[in-house]
């Protein structure tokens, strides 16, 4: 994915207050300094925990690994 339009924020945040309760963990995967103040404002969103990254491995392993 390139590029977070105004559009696709406005839904993530719809998406959040709907089902945020069934999240565990959200990764916010990218290359821009201010995914990282994303993921924290996506955390008011979720129940759940966010993290930023810039490796899309390590998102990836994060979000599926088991709570311990």
């Known amino acids: 994915m390139e590029g977070w339009t105004l ?17 565990s963990r959200a990764a916010i ?9 994303a993921a924290k404002i996506g955390g008011l969103f979720i129940s759940g925990e966010t993290k930023y990254f810039e490796n899309y491995d ?6 599926i690994a088991p709570k311990i």
């Open 7 to 23: 559009r696709a924020l406005f839904d993530d945040c719809k998406l959040g207050l709907r089902h945020g309760k069934k999240f």
């Open 29 to 37: 995967y990218g290359n821009k300094a201010w995914f990282k103040y």
């Open 58 to 63: 390590e998102a990836l392993e994060w979000v």
